[in-house]
């Protein structure tokens, strides 16, 4: 007679982690692979992270793939031989997974204009990879329609045209908007899983939704915003212990992802992460994009008028600096910020003292870490965010 006890089924919510744990540590892409291998023909275009109009890509029939370095199981060999040691290592992450055949999947890269590291890596990926489709991505750098609009309106229709010639068939307007209505309702998805987790952060833990992101850039987008519902749906299902953490905006990874178990520390050591800046192309649109209009036009005034507000984007017409990352933590109800920025991300670490100067001036808490995607010690960046929370509660105890 067999005594051993039966093992506890797994719960819904287990399943779908799982499930973005094995995409998120898939450095072979089999995903892609798969989508590829389901329908002869079919193409699919890399990207680096922050913000690309993912729409176009979807639109021409290819799957868009997020290429966001090689995280901390990566060995880099070859592509240290590319870079200085001074500079981020997302990009020699990223060498590293094109020079050792990872990335052969990908029939093309975009990469978006986020620093003059990443615009160095495009002309480098020219080089290299002679057979591929290669672009870098520009944005406007002045927010009139008439003149930064303009500009990404054409800087688009290049892209679309690429992507047409690509595909061997036309990408129509009518691509386009359907293209959009889908994105549309991926954003809105995603919106109400940060609106959960700000409200419940015990049900959605970050590290879970943060495996969720990940997930959307590997799958196509009509799956990820079913897996996205599955997830909320199982969370309200299972009910897990409220503790009394603080409650906590992440700022400064919007580039170069953080470790995995990065976050789980800083949730470990007594903080609930309420907002955050990672995978933020999956958030950068602030709502909806009309998907019955000019395709390129509406989303140009999207990205002009109602986008995220990043250090990796030249923004000095809309909002003073602070006033984005304040609005983050007033309606999540934060009560204090960590800058968890990469080892060398210009962008983030020169923005750094003025967001600090304006939570000072504000009175809200605040400390700062750097990290790299291939962080190994854990225990100082548990032990100062551990301090950090405690502080938090103190404070607000006085």
């Known amino acids: 007679m067999n005594t051993a006890a039966t093992p506890p089924a797994t719960s819904p919510v287990q399943a779908i982690v ?15 692979k798969e989508w590829k ?4 023909g079919r193409k699919a275009i890399g990207y680096m992270p922050v913000y690309v109009p993912r729409e176009l890509i979807h639109a021409a029939g290819m799957l868009p793939v997020g290429i966001l370095g090689g995280g901390d199981s990566l060995e880099v060999i070859q592509g240290d031989a590319y870079y200085q040691s001074y500079i ?6 990223t060498i590293e997974l094109g020079l050792t055949g990872r990335l052969d999947s990908l029939d093309g890269m975009l990469f978006p204009s986020i620093c003059d590291v990443i615009r160095n890596l495009s002309g480098m990926w020219k080089m290299l990879f002679k057979d591929k489709y290669v672009r870098y991505i520009d944005v406007p750098q002045n927010y009139e329609d008439a003149v930064g609009g303009k500009f990404y309106m054409e800087e688009m229709q290049i892209l679309r045209e690429d992507l047409a010639k690509l595909a061997g068939r036309e990408i129509t307007d009518a691509d386009l908007n359907a293209s959009i209505a889908v994105y549309n309702e991926n954003r809105v998805a995603i919106a109400d899983l940060y609106k959960y987790r700000a409200a419940y952060p015990w049900q959605a833990p970050t590290s879970e939704v943060y495996l969720l992101l990940r997930a959307g850039m590997v799958l ?10 599955d997830y909320l749906a199982a969370a309200e299902l299972t009910q897990r212990p409220k503790r009394d953490n603080a409650r906590v905006v992440i700022n400064g990874s919007f580039c170069e992802q953080p470790p995995l ?9 007594g903080c609930y992460i309420v907002d ?3 995978m933020l192309v999956t958030r950068w649109l602030l709502d909806e994009v009309p998907a019955d209009k ?9 990205f002009l008028h109602r986008s995220a507000s990043t250090a990796a984007k030249y923004d000095t017409t809309r909002e003073e600096k602070g006033v984005y990352l304040m609005k983050q933590v007033k309606t999540r109800g934060a009560e204090g910020v960590i800058f968890a920025a990469p080892s060398f991300c210009d962008p983030a670490l020169l923005e750094r003292p003025m967001l600090q100067d304006v939570l000072s001036k504000h009175g809200i808490p605040h400390t700062a870490f750097k990290y790299a995607e291939n962080t190994g010690q854990m225990a100082p960046i548990r032990e100062q965010s551990g301090t950090f929370a405690d502080s938090i509660k103190l404070w607000n105890a006085a």
């Not at 499930?19 to 995903?31: G, I, K, S, T, V």
């Not at 981020?88 to 992450?93: A, E, F, K, M, V």
């Not at 196509?220 to 519902?229: A, K, S």
């Open 18 to 32: 799982q499930r973005c744990e094995a995409l998120f540590e898939d450095l072979h892409f089999n995903a892609v």
């Open 37 to 40: 291998a389901a329908k002869p």
């Open 88 to 93: 981020c290592r997302i990009p020699r992450s």
């Open 220 to 229: 196509p987008v009509e799956e990820h915003t079913v897996l996205v519902r």
């Open 261 to 269: 178990s990065l976050i789980k520390s800083i949730e470990m050591s």
């Open 276 to 278: 955050d800046d990672f």
């Open 294 to 302: 000019n395709p390129l036009e509406e989303l140009s005034k999207a």
